[in-house]
C-alpha cells in the first residue's frame, strides 16, 4: 500500500463497502420501504455516504493536523478497522459486519453511515490522500465509482439475492473477507515498518 493507482484504489474502496456482502442486510432494510420510495431513498442515502467520505478526503490533512496524528498512526488504526470488518466477514455474525440495525426506513443511519461510510472507508480516504494528496481528484473518481457500484447493487439487491442465493452471496463475502484481511495485515505492517524507522 506504499502507492495506489486509480483501479487499486477502487477495488480496496470496494472491498471496504464491500456491497455483495451486505446484500441480505440490504433486502431486509429495502422490505421496510415502499417500492415507490425506494429508487429515491437509495439516491439520498448513497448521496449522503458520498458526501462525508469526499469532505473526509477534502479535509483529511486537516483533520490529522488537528488531532495531532501522524500518517503513520493513521495507517496503523485504519490497518486494525480493516482487519476488524474483515474478520467479521470471514467468520460472519447475525446482526451483520456492522452491527445492530435500526427498523423502519434507513435515514443516514445505518444505511449510509455505517454501511457505506464506515469507519474502514473513512479510515482508507483519509489515508489515501494523506499518502498521495496530489492525486485527489484520482481518488474521489475512484470513491466516485465505488459509490455508483454500491447503489447499483442496493437498487438490484432483491434480484441479485435471488439470482446468487444465500450460499453464493455468503462465499464472495467471505472471499472479499480474506482478501480485505491481507489489505489490513499490509497497512499494520507498513505502519510499523514507517514507525521503526523514525526511531533513534
Same mark, same amino acid.
Given at each position: 500500500?506504499?502507492?495506489?493507482?486509480?483501479?487499486?484504489?477502487?477495488?480496496?474502496?470496494?472491498?471496504?463497502?464491500?456491497?455483495?456482502?451486505?446484500?441480505?442486510?440490504?433486502?431486509?432494510?429495502?422490505?421496510?420501504?415502499?417500492?415507490?420510495?425506494?429508487?429515491?431513498?437509495?439516491?439520498?442515502?448513497?448521496?449522503?455516504?458520498?458526501?462525508?467520505?469526499?469532505?473526509?478526503?477534502?479535509?483529511?490533512?486537516?483533520? !490529522?493536523? *488537528?488531532?495531532?496524528?501522524?500518517? &503513520?498512526?493513521?495507517?496503523?488504526?485504519? =490497518?486494525? #478497522? /480493516?482487519?476488524? @470488518? %474483515?474478520?467479521?466477514?470471514?467468520?460472519?455474525?447475525?446482526?451483520?459486519?456492522?452491527?445492530?440495525?435500526?427498523?423502519?426506513?434507513?435515514?443516514?443511519?445505518?444505511?449510509?453511515?455505517?454501511?457505506?461510510?464506515?469507519?474502514?472507508?473513512?479510515?482508507?480516504?483519509?489515508?489515501?490522500?494523506?499518502?498521495?494528496?496530489?492525486?485527489?481528484?484520482?481518488?474521489?473518481?475512484?470513491?466516485?465509482?465505488?459509490?455508483?457500484?454500491?447503489?447499483?447493487?442496493?437498487?438490484?439487491?432483491?434480484?441479485?439475492? !435471488?439470482? *446468487?442465493?444465500?450460499?453464493?452471496? &455468503?462465499?464472495?463475502?467471505?472471499?472479499? =473477507?480474506? #482478501? /480485505?484481511?491481507? @489489505? %489490513?495485515?499490509?497497512?499494520?505492517?507498513?505502519?510499523?515498518?514507517?514507525?521503526?524507522?523514525?526511531?533513534?
Amino acid at each position: 500500500m506504499e502507492t495506489s493507482s486509480f483501479a487499486s484504489a477502487f477495488i480496496l474502496l470496494l472491498l471496504v463497502t464491500d456491497p455483495l456482502g451486505g446484500i441480505p442486510l440490504f433486502v431486509s432494510l429495502l422490505k421496510q420501504v415502499p417500492k415507490a420510495r425506494r429508487t429515491r431513498m437509495i439516491v439520498r442515502e448513497v448521496s449522503v455516504a458520498f458526501c462525508v467520505l469526499v469532505i473526509f478526503m477534502l479535509f483529511g490533512q486537516q483533520f !490529522l493536523q *488537528l488531532m495531532h496524528l501522524s500518517e &503513520t498512526s493513521l495507517g496503523i488504526a485504519g =490497518g486494525v #478497522i /480493516l482487519f476488524l @470488518i %474483515a474478520l467479521r466477514m470471514v467468520f460472519p455474525h447475525p446482526e451483520g459486519v456492522f452491527g445492530d440495525t435500526a427498523e423502519g426506513e434507513p435515514f443516514i443511519v445505518p444505511l449510509a453511515i455505517p454501511l457505506l461510510a464506515g469507519p474502514s472507508a473513512l479510515a482508507t480516504v483519509l489515508l489515501l490522500v494523506s499518502r498521495e494528496p496530489a492525486r485527489l481528484w484520482e481518488w474521489i473518481g475512484a470513491l466516485a465509482l465505488t459509490m455508483l457500484v454500491c447503489g447499483l447493487t442496493l437498487a438490484f439487491s432483491e434480484k441479485i439475492s !435471488l439470482l *446468487l442465493g444465500e450460499r453464493v452471496t &455468503t462465499a464472495f463475502e467471505r472471499l472479499m =473477507g480474506l #482478501i /480485505l484481511t491481507a @489489505i %489490513a495485515v499490509e497497512m499494520l505492517l507498513s505502519g510499523i515498518r514507517h514507525y521503526l524507522a523514525t526511531l533513534p
